[in-house]
């Protein structure tokens, strides 16, 4: 792990003012950032770059800047350093831009109960990370909506999800806290940037059915023609078929050696108009209309599995149903997915 360093933004880089604006939204808009606030950037050594910016977006709104670099991990969930988790305890707002996804780690959860807002940017690589459509969202506007949802979650005590493609799992819901992730930072849970939802953990060991993922298993692959069949038993993936995607979550999961994994973790319904199956995890997880259910801990959600890691599955064109009502589904032949709530 590196220690802090000065900023370091060449003012003639190429670089798009749309990523630069998209970057000062993060601080200023979803973080709140004003003069005074400690603000903490933790990145890795493929972020550097997109760390730049959001480190340029603290300077110009008067902020207090600490930035860190930890060592890469390649796998969501891992644990953090110590240094980090400790850096994260004294920071009014965490801005963790790394490849890896650091919601599920007992550093971000530890920073969140001692008050600390933070946002997680996971695979934030990419040079264009800050010119994806998510950034484009109302983020005020659509707040209510994703805390309505999230308020349904909390009062039902039963969820089915289904789909054409063959989907049909039933889970209880019962005493878990819906998590409204509209992007603004918080005391309660993350934020997630554009990766707009809502979602809880369901009850362990309650689930039963078959998920068929028509989309994508974000950090594993794009679905390309044979969708991914996973049976789940008693709350846990006792079976995962199909093509090549198949093959390789298969290998993923096994190569943690922890049977927890193949708990289902969460499941949630992704909330942005502007975004759309890309590979990505924030954009796929954030379709609006789009199911999650996931694999792994829940520990960090508002569950009780604590795994190696955790691992979502997309669906699009499924229905969500609680208590026996439909909340998300097709409204009409043109395949336009709706939300009632």
């Keep these: 792990m590196k220690p802090a360093r000065s900023i370091m933004v060449d003012a003639a880089s190429p ?3 749309d990523a630069r604006r998209n970057a000062r939204q993060v ?4 973080g709140a950032a004003r003069p005074g ?7 890795d050594a493929h972020t550097q770059a997109n760390a730049r910016l959001l480190e340029a977006a603290v300077a110009d709104c008067g902020a207090v800047l600490s930035s860190m670099q930890i060592d890469h991990s390649a796998a969501h969930g891992r644990p953090l350093p110590d240094a980090a988790a400790a850096a994260m305890q004294q920071a009014d707002l965490v801005i963790g831009i790394t490849r890896a996804n650091i919601t599920h780690t007992d550093a971000r959860r530890a920073a969140t109960q001692a008050g600390v807002g933070v946002i997680v940017l996971p695979e934030s690589d990419r040079p264009d990370f800050f010119l994806a459509r998510g950034w484009d969202a109302d983020f005020t506007g659509l707040r209510p909506t994703i805390e309505a949802l999230a ?3 909390t009062q039902a005590s039963t969820a089915r999800v289904v789909s054409h493609q063959g989907t049909d799992i039933t889970m209880r819901i019962d005493g878990r806290r819906g998590r409204a992730l509209h992007g603004f930072a918080n005391t309660r849970d993350i934020s997630a940037g554009y990766c707009l939802e809502a ?3 369901p009850v362990e060991g309650s689930a039963n059915g078959v998920i068929v993922v028509n989309a994508s298993i ?3 692959a794009r679905i390309a023609a044979q969708p991914v069949r996973i049976r789940i038993e008693h709350g846990m993936a006792v079976a995962i078929e199909g093509g090549a995607e198949a093959e390789a979550f298969r290998r993923l999961l096994q190569g943690f050696d922890d049977p927890l994994v193949y708990n289902l973790g969460e499941l949630g319904v992704g909330m942005n108009p502007c975004c759309e199956i890309d590979g990505t995890m924030l954009s796929d997880e954030s379709v609006h209309g789009a199911i999650q259910l996931a694999l792994g801990s829940s520990l960090y959600i508002g569950g009780a599995v604590k795994a190696a890691a955790h691992y979502d599955t997309i669906l699009t064109g499924a229905e969500l149903h609680l208590d026996g009502k439909v909340v998300v ?3 009409d032949s043109t395949g336009m997915t709706g939300v009632w709530v």
């Excluded at 601080?27 to 979803?30: G, R, Y």
């Excluded at 606030?37 to 990145?43: A, P, S």
């Design 218 to 220: 974000p950090g594993v």
């Design 329 to 331: 589904g097709q409204t």
């Design 27 to 30: 601080v200023e808009l979803l």
């Design 37 to 43: 606030t400690r603000v903490l950037v933790l990145c």
């Design 199 to 201: 979602s809880l953990a």
């Design 151 to 153: 308020d349904a979650l």
């Design 15 to 17: 670089v798009p003012a």
